[in-house]
């Protein structure tokens, strides 16, 4: 088995897995990330409705309150240096009674004792002039909750992390921890891994990964959330996020609309526990329901608006008939020192990710010494956005570079060098998912109709591969399995 050593290891490669190992990678410290999937982003990162939350809706005092807070704070600022998709949208908490206001007005108190600003409650005429196709009597606007690309974000996020000298190392399951005087031995895939310091950053598997060193204080509850995704038409029907006034014990935040930063309308999430955790699956009677909610929202949708759907997972620590939230834990584990868990990061995960980090390198600065480096870069280059641009500066790069000019992905207007940047990306994207979420090629109405055999056709005849090599997904998700003429 390959040996690999690093000081600390770091346990997935989602949004809290990415950015500590940016985070850490400010230090004079040797890092490396081990994820199971082929690529960054490929769990709950990358299945949510892509809000950066104010904070407003954690009990006061906990955790979970205080990095959002902190995380919304900074994230306007990261997403520029990351040059990640960010717009500051706001968002509304519907009413739709006099006993929604009320409780709208206890939600905007919380809010502020959390420390969140730009809370107001509003009437129906603002309601109705910040968005028209609503229905209700007036709600709550937080001017500072925001849409971003959660892809692109912990991808940057990895990006900026190898840049700055952390390893990542892909398709490798963590299947076994050993603990010793000298620090962990780690069994991941093919590779047999040394550290001293342990992260266990693995999403909806943390419990599992916990329970590898002898740990069996959580469990984690799975509880799925379905969306659908709706057409380009957020412009014209809905430019900010729409939520109702969150009911306690539903264990999520209600059916909401949210506008993405792509420009399409996500209907969702549902809140279902259920008991495999890698039950990606979308129910009828769930489907049904989601869209009767968005109707009392937003009574113009129509069915033939629907382009697709997915579903994410949240790792509830709260059991089935508890429901509701509990707290993050995240802390060095007393007994088995150098282990530091990070248990139950459920929304608001993605906005808290980066305070997130913090917490865990000032953890790691416990067990060993941090030196910051005096050469690390802050900043990411982000990558071209053709469909973006004036169409002189489109001209220019044609002109420059003729693969500009031949688009791949007819529904989102995405170039062949725009794919071509996706495959040639510092990780190397080989599969489909990975260049979708680098590109944002497939993700329009046709789904891939058109682009998907364009990208085929540049893997085998222009990278080389095998169609039999090519995977939707990684291993196990191959697309091609012979010919047949
Ligand atoms: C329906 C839904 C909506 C949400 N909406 C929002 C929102 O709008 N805003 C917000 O801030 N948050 C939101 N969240 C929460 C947010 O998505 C999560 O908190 C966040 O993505 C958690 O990131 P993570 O890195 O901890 O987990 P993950 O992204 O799941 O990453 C964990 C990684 O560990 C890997 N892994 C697991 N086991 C192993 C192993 N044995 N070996 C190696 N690798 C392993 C997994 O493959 C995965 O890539 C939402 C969550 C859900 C489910």
């Known amino acids: 088995m390959p040996a690999l050593d690093a000081d600390v290891i770091i346990i997935g490669a989602g949004a809290v897995g990415c950015a500590i ?12 990330v081990l994820e199971k999937e082929c690529d960054a982003a490929y769990g709950t990162s990358g299945r949510n409705s892509a809000v950066v939350h104010a904070g407003f809706n954690n009990k006061h005092g906990s955790l979970m309150a205080k990095l959002c807070v902190e995380g919304n704070k900074g994230f306007e600022a990261l997403a520029e240096l990351l040059n990640v998709p960010y717009r500051k949208t706001g ?5 739709f009674d006099e006993a929604d206001m009320q409780e709208l007005a206890r939600i905007k108190a919380r809010g502020e004792d959390n420390g969140c600003t730009g809370l107001r409650l509003i009437d129906g005429t603002e ?66 891994c040394r550290c001293k310091v342990l992260i ?49 014990g539903i264990g999520g935040l209600g059916v909401h609309l949210t506008p993405t930063i792509e420009g399409n309308i996500i209907i969702g999430p549902s809140a279902e526990y259920i008991s495999e955790r890698d039950d990606y699956a979308s129910t009828s009677e769930i489907m049904a329901k989601l869209f009767t909610e968005a109707l009392d929202l937003l009574p113009g949708l129509e069915r033939r ?6 579903c994410g997972i949240r790792p509830k620590q709260a059991p089935p008939g508890e429901g509701g939230f509990r707290d ?25 990710s980066v305070p997130i980090a913090r917490m865990a390198a000032g953890l790691v600065s416990e067990n060993m010494p941090l030196k910051p480096k005096n050469d690390f870069i802050a900043r990411r280059r982000g990558r071209v956005k053709f469909s973006a641009l004036t169409q002189d500066e489109q001209q220019r790069l044609i002109a420059h570079n003729p693969d500009y000019g031949e688009i791949i992905c007819r529904c ?21 998912s990975s260049i979708k979420y680098r590109s944002w090629a497939t993700t329009g109405r046709c789904n891939g109709g058109y682009c998907m055999t364009r990208i085929v056709d540049m893997l085998v005849n222009e990278y080389g591969l095998k169609p039999e090599e090519i995977t939707y997904r990684g291993k196990g998700s191959e697309m091609f399995s012979g010919r047949v003429k």
Do not use: W
């Open 21 to 32: 190992a940016r985070e850490l990678s400010r230090y004079e410290a040797s890092i490396l």
């Open 91 to 95: 968002k509304i908490l519907v009413a």
């Open 127 to 192: 309601l109705h002039a910040l968005a028209p196709k609503l229905r209700g009597i007036g709600g709550m606007l937080s001017e500072n909750t925001a849409i971003f690309n959660p892809f692109e974000y912990c991808i940057a996020l990895a990006e900026n992390a190898l840049v700055n000298g952390a390893r990542f190392v892909f398709n490798s399951e963590v299947t076994a921890i050993r603990h010793d005087d000298t620090g962990f031995t780690v069994t991941a895939g093919e590779n047999l």
């Open 200 to 248: 266990n950053a693995a999403g909806l598997y943390c419990d599992k990964i916990s329970a590898m060193l002898g740990i069996n204080d959580y469990r984690i509850y799975p509880c799925r959330g379905e969306y659908f995704i709706l057409d380009k038409i957020a412009g014209s029907f809905l430019n900010i996020p729409a939520y109702p006034v969150p009911r306690p």
């Open 305 to 310: 608006q629907i382009i697709g759907n997915y």
């Open 328 to 352: 993050f834990v995240i802390k060095n584990e007393p007994a088995v020192p150098g282990f530091i868990n990070l248990i139950g990061i459920e929304s608001p995960g993605l906005t808290a």
């Open 412 to 432: 989102q207007n995405i170039t062949k060098q725009e794919i071509r940047d996706a495959i040639e990306n510092p990780f190397g994207a080989r599969s489909i």
